[in-house]
């Protein structure tokens, strides 16, 4: 059984800086993609940036220069570095990873639970 499982989130000020993890345990063969989502209330969730298994990365353009994607394939983990937060980057982030598991035949999506990121004075 895979699992993923986001932390990092929390109260930051306009201008501050956070830095959110999400690690895969499990029986994992590999992992193709990770990604981070969020979701603020009464919006759709968006994608915010995404890195591919050979290191190709996209973000949101709201994002780009202020955020940056990471991951450590060694650790199955992903990382988002997130810097000079606005207001509006207050969301509850989701990590996403494409996982090919052990008895399995495809890659399938899974997703954390969430944390919030909240960016207020």
């Known amino acids: 059984q895979v699992q993923v499982v986001e932390s990092g989130g929390g109260l930051v000020q306009p201008g501050g800086s956070l830095r959110l993890s999400c690690a895969a345990s499990?029986?994992?063969?590999?992992?193709?993609?990770m990604g981070w989502y969020r979701q603020a209330p009464g919006k759709q969730r968006e994608l915010v940036a995404h890195?591919?298994?050979?290191?190709?990365?996209n973000y949101a353009d709201s994002v780009k220069g202020r955020f940056t994607i990471s991951r450590d394939n060694a650790k199955n983990t992903t990382y988002l570095q997130m810097n000079s937060l606005k207001p509006e980057d207050t969301a509850v982030y989701y990590c996403?990873?494409?996982?090919?598991?052990?008895?399995?035949?495809?890659?399938?999506?899974?997703w954390g639970q969430g944390t919030q990121v909240t960016v207020s004075s």
């Open positions: 890195i591919t298994s050979g290191g190709n990365t």
């Open positions: 499990g029986n994992i063969l590999g992992i193709f993609a």
């Open positions: 996403n990873q494409v996982i090919l598991a052990s008895g399995s035949y495809s890659y399938t999506a899974y």
